[in-house]
Structures are given as C-alpha cells and as structure tokens.
C-alpha cells in the first residue's frame, strides 16, 4: 500500500502532484473510495460534517467515480460483498475524527487485514485517517471514550501531530510537548504538509511548516 499521510488534505500543487504519482494515472480516470468513519468516533464531528467530507475535500478532486465506505457496516454484510469494491478502487480517502476508534472499525470490520494484499492501493489520510497508520496518536488526540489507550495500527514506524498551528492548542510548543510523550520518531505537520510512504521510505511534500522529532 502507497500512503500519503496529510494534515488537512490535497492542500497545494505539491500534494496534489505527490497523489498522482502515487496513482500513476490521472485523477480523473481513478476510482475511489472515502472512508467517514473516524468522525463517528470524535464529539466535534456529526452528520453534517460527515457530509461535508463526502460532498467535498478529497472526494472533489475529480475522480472517474466515487463510492462511501462505512466501516461499522460492514462487519453485517459479510466479505464476499465488500472486498471486491474495495480491490476494485485505486485509492481509499481517510477522513478525521477520532484515530482509535478507526483503528478499532478497521480491525472489526477486516479491512486491516486485507491491506497487505492491496500494495498498488493509494491510502491517502486526513487528520486521524493519517494518525491511524503509526503507532500511537498520543493521550492528547484520544476523544473517543471507548478507547482503551493511544496505539492506533502501527503500519509505519512514526507518530503525527497535525494541524500544526490551525488552532490554539496546536503549536509548536504543544506539538514538542507531545512529541516527548510519544517516545518515538515523530513529525508535526501543518495543513500544507503531507508525508508520503512508498515501500518503506518516507518523504516529506511540503509548501508549509513541519518539523521531525
């Protein structure tokens, strides 16, 4: 799997650049699937930005097509429905909200366990849809109530702090403090940041600020 970890999303002509190289083909001739799911897991999320998600941010970019993956769903539904939509797409569109409880929806639901089999899938992460793949978010991300600690899927071997300076409580000064709990490597990045994982090597596609503990 091709992962590009973003802050808040295909922000700049870098990232958007980083995507389709990641695709290898043109935007417009990729099928695509957005995962809401995350939102369900965190108290500033609900319907409505559920469905700001889904009607804009990355499943606007322009896709061939794009498809809603909910993952609390399918555990009901059985794998020899779902697993084919999801082979059939390019990329899967990960949105925010609360990093456990997706990690928790993509053990439940299997499709932790189909991403080995998927290593041309784009993997392309918002907020908690990047948070999720390392191995912990850190106390201070962890909204959902039902979360038994921090550890999201550990898939890469860093942590992200995102939103780097979006709010008042995300900066640097928060983001070094949070890095010392982490006790790992780890960046934090801002919303014209994103890290891009291929095979194991990491790069950094930047028009903003980030820095790497």
Same mark, same amino acid.
């Given at each position: 799997m091709k992962l590009l970890l973003t802050s808040g999303g295909v922000t700049n002509s870098s990232i958007r650049s980083a995507l389709v190289?990641?695709?290898?083909?043109?935007?417009?001739?990729?099928?695509?699937?957005?995962?809401?799911?995350?939102?369900?897991?965190?108290?500033?999320?609900?319907?409505?930005? =559920?469905?700001?998600?889904?009607?804009?941010?990355?499943?606007?970019?322009?896709?061939?097509? =794009?498809? =809603?993956?909910?993952?609390?769903?399918?555990?009901?539904?059985?794998? #020899?429905?779902? =697993? #084919?939509?999801v082979r059939q797409a390019d990329v899967l569109l990960v949105d925010g909200g609360d990093a456990t409880y997706l990690a928790h929806w993509m053990r439940e639901s299997g499709l932790f366990d189909l991403l080995p089999s998927l290593p041309e899938m784009v993997w392309v992460g918002v907020s908690a849809g990047s948070m999720v793949m390392t191995p912990r978010i850190g106390a201070y991300f962890v909204e959902w109530p039902s979360a038994p600690d921090d550890r999201a899927l550990g898939i890469v071997d860093f942590s992200i702090f995102p939103h780097l300076n979006l709010f008042p409580t995300n900066t640097p000064a928060d983001a070094e403090r949070w890095a010392a709990d982490i006790e790992g490597p780890a960046y934090a990045i801002d919303e014209q940041t994103a890290i891009q994982v291929v095979d194991g090597r990491v790069e950094v596609v930047s028009e903003g600020e980030w820095t790497r503990f």
């Open positions: 190289e990641l695709l290898g083909k043109p935007i417009e001739e990729c099928h695509a699937l957005c995962i809401p799911t995350a939102q369900w897991g965190h108290p500033m999320c609900n319907p409505g930005s =559920v469905r700001r998600f889904i009607n804009g941010g990355l499943p606007g970019l322009g896709w061939a097509s =794009v498809g =809603v993956l909910e993952l609390t769903a399918l555990p009901s539904i059985g794998s #020899d429905r779902w =697993v #084919d939509w």
